[in-house]
Each structure stands twice: as structure tokens, then as C-alpha cells.
């Protein structure tokens, strides 16, 4: 008796407090900010009152007759087995009360699951322990982790109180960006355990699985910030990879991903420095390896060697900017890699290639040097878009034209190697005077500009069928070269469909 009194009154208090507290908390579902939450909402009260209906009447007459019927009454039970009767009477009741609840809950369920119309779609995927979200056919790609103020307090023995974090564990530092009053479709997944997307404000939760992609939508009624949490047990972090989702009016969205369409498609995220070493080998052996050579040593006269170089083992931010900008023959890697790859490959020649100075730089520096508003590397618009823009082709031009648009398509695509004057450097790469091959079969060098051949890099999708051709015309009339003929645009757009429809 005591342990049932004492169990009362720790519910009770617990309720209260949960109650008047903290305002935080009800005890009621919350209506969210949708449609459908609040018509989850809605039909979660008609349940309830049903079952409190249901309740009150059986108990009532429970009740009602132990009370009015007791033996100290005088009362005597009945003595009769089976009643037909009643049997049907509680079987039919109960099994059209059902029917009648399953009945709007059915409808809305069809209607949460009703993903027709959907004006914008967003691909959410889980990961240990963040989100990435993709903004289907809008170009816009990020991941989402955990706000720096909370991965700081959470640290065992930060010392700071995780109550003057703001929003502890509940915020992050690239939230999800969505429209008002749009008909929002996510299609979520994961990518490598089982989690859940979870935002309570929106009435729903969803699965996330890798190899499977779940639908679900939202229709947001007012702008505001609504936050949520990864909602499946997904490893030590599950509880550190929370949702913000911030809706904006039309307009006021309009603009954001405007800017966020120019933003680099990375990962920005710190990584360790061998994780960047070994990363950037890679990097290097693609984009460097032809000038510096494979293990740093450069090429005498020409290329200066990594190994040792001032500059590498001298001050990070003077290297970054030199990669990042340029010198002379040295292309300017800012806008040809993505910050990611930069921070690799310069930590990579600062720890490797024989170097040993023992630092690193990290994305977010490398995008830090980059000029306000330029950012490093191609953003998902440009890497989903198709590779050239549309030119029209159906111009014929002149062997003199033609060399005149060849010339700075030269200039800014292979002067790097084959020099300015087209001299080559000895032993590195081909002079393009006299060259065996540009005086040989047209056909031949188009073949070779387009697909490339050992350090030569393929132009066939970096050029537009104008450039490409004006370039090759450029090469056989100029440079000390006097072939005296040409290859129209169509031609190479001909020439380089028909190898494409081959694969
Ligand atoms: C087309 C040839 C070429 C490629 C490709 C190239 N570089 Fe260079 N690099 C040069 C030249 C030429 C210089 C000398 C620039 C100057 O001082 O005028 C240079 C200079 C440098 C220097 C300064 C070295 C010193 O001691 O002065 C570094 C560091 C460097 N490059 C790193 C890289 C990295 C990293 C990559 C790949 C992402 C790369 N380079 C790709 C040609 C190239
Ligand atoms: C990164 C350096 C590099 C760039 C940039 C480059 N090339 Fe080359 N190119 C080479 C190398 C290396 C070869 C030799 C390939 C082989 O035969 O293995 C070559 C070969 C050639 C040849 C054949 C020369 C011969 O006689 O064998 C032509 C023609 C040529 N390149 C034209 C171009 C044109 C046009 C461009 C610009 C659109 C260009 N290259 C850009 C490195 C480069
Ligand atoms: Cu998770």
C-alpha cells in the first residue's frame, strides 16, 4: 500500500513538473507547423476522446455494478454460461468502433504518404554521424553536422555547461534551407547504418536505410526554425548528429540558395593530417606529378623541385596562395580544384615528396584565403551541369578567324607545357613547331587534343566544339607551323559525337 501511494506520487510530481517547469514540455503531442501535423494532431485528439469515451462507459458500468450489486447488499451473482447476446453485443460494438477510427486514420495516412505534386525534392541521407542534403536539380549539396559550441561542450572534461550552449546538441552549422507553403518531397536514406529523420514540428519520422530510399513531405506554414534529431540507435554519436531545418519566405529563400548554388560541393570538414597526406599523394600524382615529377625533384630549368623547396617547408599561407594563384608558368590551382583537394596536396607536399614539416592546412583555411565570393572548385551546379556551354556550331569560319580565336584558347590551355612559342621544353613535352603529328593527318591530332595521351590531358569535354577546332587550326598556321588548312566546328562536334555514341 505504502509502494503503491509513494509510486502516485512520484508520477503525479513528475507530470506537474513536466507541465509548469519548464515550458519546454507538454504533456500533448505539439501541433507542429504543417497541414498534416495538425491534422496528426487532430485525429490523436478524436482517438483519445474515443478511448476516454470507451473508458468512462465500461469502467462506469464496472464500476456501477460493484458498487450498487454488492454481495453486503444481498445481491446474488447470475448463474448462466454462454450468452449469445451479449457476445455478439461486445464483439459488433467494439469492431465498429474500430472501423470508425481506422477510417480517418487511413485517409491520413494515404495523404502523408502522397508525395504527388511535390514542387521541390530533397535527397537527405544519413551518415555517422551528420546529414547531406541534396537539393534535386537545384545544384545545391551540403552536409550537416554538429554546431562547434556544442562538439565543444561535449567533450568529456570541457568544463563548459552544456545550459549556456544555446540550443545544446540542437544546433548545426549548415541548416537545412526550405521554402514556405511549398510541397516539399524528401527521399531519405543513409550510407552507412540505419538512421531516422526526425523533425517533431512536421508530424512525422522517417527511416533512414541504406540501399533504400523512403518518402515522406512537408508543406511549411510559417517561417521559423525548427529543430530535430537523428531518431534510430545509430552508433556512439547517434546523439550528436541533430536537424535544423530553417523555413524562409519565398523570397528570403530565393536568395539563399542563390548563394548557396556558388558554394563548393564539399565536405569542408577538419580532417587529420594523415588522412590529408594520404589523400593528397593522390591529388599530386594527377594534377603535379607532370611538371614537379612523380617524387618531387622537378625538372632542372623548367620546374623547381618540391623537395626542400623554400617555399614548401616556408610559411603555409605563402604556399597555399601561390598554388591557389599562380606564378608564371605555374597554373593557378584556386579555381581548378575543389578546398578540399588543395588542403591534401599542399599538406601532402609538406610531408611528403621528402618533406617532413610536420603541419597541415586545413579546407576551411583554404577556403578562408580565397577572395570574398570566389569560392574554390566546382560547385554541384557546375558539376552537374553539362560540361561546355551550347555553342552554335553552324557558323563557318575562315582559316584566319580561326587562328585568331585559337590563339588565347592556346595561351590559357597549353602554353603551360608546350610553351608560349610552341618551342616544348626538352625531354617534356613535344614542341608544337614542327611537330611530326600537326603536320601529319588532322584527324590524328584532333583524336589526340580530345582524348590526350600519357602526360597530355584530354580537351575533348574542356573545350566547346569552337575553341577546340579553332585551337587545332591554331597550332597547324601559327607557331612556326603553315599547314594551310582547318577543321570547321561542326566538324569536331561530328567527329566527337560519333567516338561518344561508339561506348
Ligand atoms: C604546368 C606545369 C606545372 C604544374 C602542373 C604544377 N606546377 Fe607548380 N610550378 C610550376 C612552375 C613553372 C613553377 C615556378 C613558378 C615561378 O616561380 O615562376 C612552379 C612552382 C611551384 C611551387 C613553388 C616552388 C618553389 O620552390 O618556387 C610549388 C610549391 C608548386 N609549384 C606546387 C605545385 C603543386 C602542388 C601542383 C599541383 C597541384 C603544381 N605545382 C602543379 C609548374 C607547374
Ligand atoms: C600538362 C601539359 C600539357 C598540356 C596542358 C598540353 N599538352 Fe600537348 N602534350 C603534352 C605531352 C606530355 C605530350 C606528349 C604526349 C606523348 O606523346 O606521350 C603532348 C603532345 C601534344 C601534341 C603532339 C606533339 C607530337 O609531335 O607528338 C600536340 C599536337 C599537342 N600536345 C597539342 C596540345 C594542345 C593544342 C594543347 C592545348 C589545348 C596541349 N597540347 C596541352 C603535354 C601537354
Ligand atoms: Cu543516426
Not at 387 to 393: A, F, L, M, N
Not at 412 to 438: R, T, W, Y
Not at 450 to 477: C, E, H, Q, S
Request: glycine share 8%.
Amino acid at each position: 500500500m505504502k509502494k503503491t501511494t509513494q509510486l502516485f506520487a512520484c508520477l503525479l510530481l513528475t507530470a506537474l513538473s513536466l507541465n509548469t517547469a519548464q515550458a519546454d514540455y507538454t504533456l500533448n503531442l505539439m501541433r507542429g507547423v504543417t497541414q498534416i501535423s495538425n491534422d496528426v494532431y487532430e485525429l490523436h485528439m478524436l482517438i483519445l476522446w474515443i478511448c476516454v469515451a470507451v473508458g468512462a462507459l465500461v469502467f462506469g458500468v464496472m464500476f456501477f455494478s460493484i458498487f450498487f450489486h454488492r454481495k453486503s447488499k444481498g445481491h446474488v451473482a447470475a448463474t448462466f454460461h454462454e450468452n449469445t447476446t451479449v457476445e455478439i453485443v461486445w464483439t459488433v460494438i467494439p469492431t465498429i468502433i474500430l472501423v470508425a477510427m481506422a477510417i480517418p486514420a487511413t485517409d491520413l495516412m494515404r495523404k502523408m504518404d502522397d508525395v504527388k505534386g511535390h514542387e521541390l525534392s530533397i535527397k537527405v541521407t544519413g551518415w555517422q554521424w551528420k546529414w547531406e542534403y541534396e537539393y534535386i536539380d537545384k545544384c545545391v549539396h551540403f552536409f550537416s553536422s554538429l554546431d562547434p559550441a556544442s562538439e565543444k561542450a561535449r567533450q568529456v572534461g570541457s568544463g563548459i555547461d552544456p545550459r549556456s550552449v544555446p540550443n545544446y546538441l540542437l544546433s548545426v552549422d549548415k541548416p537545412l534551407v526550405v521554402p514556405i507553403k511549398t510541397k516539399i518531397r524528401f527521399l531519405i536514406t543513409a550510407g552507412d547504418v540505419n538512421h531516422a529523420f526526425w523533425v517533431p514540428d512536421f508530424g512525422w519520422k522517417k527511416d533512414a536505410i541504406p540501399g533504400f530510399i523512403n518518402e515522406a513531405w512537408v508543406s511549411v506554414d510559417k517561417p521559423g526554425t525548427y529543430r530535430g534529431q537523428c531518431a534510430e540507435l545509430c552508433g556512439k554519436d547517434h546523439g550528436f548528429m541533430p536537424i535544423v531545418v530553417i523555413a524562409k519566405e519565398q523570397a528570403d529563400y530565393d536568395a539563399w540558395l542563390k548563394k548557396a548554388q556558388t558554394e563548393p560541393d564539399v565536405d569542408l570538414s577538419d580532417q587529420k593530417r594523415d588522412d590529408l597526406v594520404a589523400k593528397g599523394a593522390a591529388v599530386y600524382e594527377k594534377n603535379c606529378a607532370t611538371c614537379h615529377m612523380p617524387n618531387g625533384e622537378g625538372v632542372p630549368g623548367a620546374f623547381p623541385a618540391l623537395t626542400k623547396s623554400p617555399v614548401v617547408v616556408g610559411d603555409i599561407n605563402a604556399q597555399s596562395n601561390l598554388i591557389l594563384n599562380g606564378k608564371g608558368a605555374m597554373p593557378a590551382f584556386g579555381k581548378m580544384l575543389n578546398a578540399v583537394e588543395l588542403a591534401q596536396v599542399i599538406t601532402f607536399t609538406r610531408n611528403g615528396l621528402g618533406n617532413a614539416v610536420g603541419d597541415q592546412i586545413q579546407p576551411k583555411a583554404i577556403q578562408d584565403l580565397l577572395p570574398e565570393g570566389v569560392s574554390s572548385g566546382a560547385s554541384a551546379c557546375e558539376a552537374n551541369a553539362p560540361k561546355q556551354e551550347k555553342v552554335d556550331t553552324r557558323v563557318k569560319l575562315s582559316l584566319d578567324e580561326l587562328v585568331v580565336k585559337g590563339e588565347p584558347v592556346y595561351a590559357a590551355n597549353c602554353a603551360g607545357c608546350h610553351q608560349e612559342d610552341g618551342a616544348g621544353l626538352e625531354g617534356m613535352f613535344p614542341a608544337i613547331k614542327g611537330s611530326a603529328l600537326v603536320k601529319g593527318d588532322i584527324n590524328k591530332q584532333i583524336e589526340l587534343i580530345n582524348a590526350g595521351k600519357g602526360a597530355m590531358p584530354p580537351f575533348g569535354a574542356k573545350l566547346n566544339p569552337i575553341d577546340f577546332a579553332a585551337v587545332v587550326t591554331y597550332t597547324r598556321n601559327a607557331l612556326g607551323n603553315k599547314m594551310g588548312d582547318l577543321v570547321q566546328p561542326a566538324e569536331i562536334e561530328s567527329l566527337l559525337a560519333a567516338k561518344t555514341k561508339k561506348h
